[in-house]
């Protein structure tokens, strides 16, 4: 990933909660048909002694060949996107004197790499279920749980997934988000994203307002 430092997010509490809070992560492996992708909700947990930057847990279909055909001999990447929103050159106080300054786009994005390790224990995936159930059914006014479910019922489930494990060895975050514009220029920016927002409620528009407004010039 091309990374300029003024744009480098290192703060590992950062990183994990954009993670945290956009766990659908792009994997991509290499197989012997080149590279291959799948799109899979990840948890993030803490740094171990051989993955210095987190773990990354899922499952997946044990239909998915992925788990048979990934190449060992390269570390996987996992790809997850935060906030992320056009930047319309409007908001630039330049363009009212010059009019030297063009369109941009703001992001924020967590690239992962570490080796996949495939995970056949039905304790281990049962676990990840229920911790995995347990986060996204809190929002609800009545939580779904595993054992809502029969037994047997969820014991079939079981061996329909596998479980994959990957020990973070390399974390990189890219925060785009106007850090090389003046003040003023990051100013105006948050205040158009706000503006979105109001006319018509944008996640990205207000997350994105939110990363501008909290980076400093210097970042």
């Known amino acids: 990933m091309y990374l300029p430092a003024h744009f480098a997010e290192e703060r590992l509490d950062v990183l994990h909660q954009l993670i945290h809070n956009h766990p659908l ?27 210095p930057y987190g773990v990354l847990r899922a499952h997946i279909a044990r239909s998915n060949s992925l788990w048979k055909t ?49 995970i056949d224990d039905s ?26 479910a029969p037994a047997d019922y969820i014991d079939k489930m079981l061996g329909a997934i596998i479980g994959i494990e990957i020990p973070v060895t390399r974390l990189m975050g890219k925060w785009k988000v106007s850090q090389n514009r003046p003040q003023a220029d990051r100013l105006k920016v948050t ?22 407004a909290g980076n400093s010039a210097d970042k």
């Open 25 to 51: 992560g792009t994997l991509v492996t290499l197989d012997a048909g080149g590279l291959n992708a799948n799109h899979i909700p990840f948890e993030i947990a803490a740094p171990e002694p051989d993955a």
């Open 70 to 118: 990934a190449s060992t001999d390269v570390d996987a990447l996992v790809v997850f996107q935060g906030a992320q929103h056009y930047i319309s050159p409007g908001w630039y106080e330049e363009k009212q004197i010059s009019g030297k300054v063009v369109p941009t786009y703001n992001y924020a994005t967590v690239h992962a790499h570490g080796p996949l390790r495939i």
């Open 123 to 148: 304790a281990w995936l049962l676990a990840l279920l229920q911790r995995l159930t347990n986060r996204h059914e809190a929002i609800q006014q009545a939580p779904w749980q595993v054992t809502d």
């Open 191 to 212: 205040q158009g994203l706000a503006e979105l927002d109001r006319r018509s409620p944008d996640s990205n528009a207000a997350g994105m307002a939110r990363l501008v």
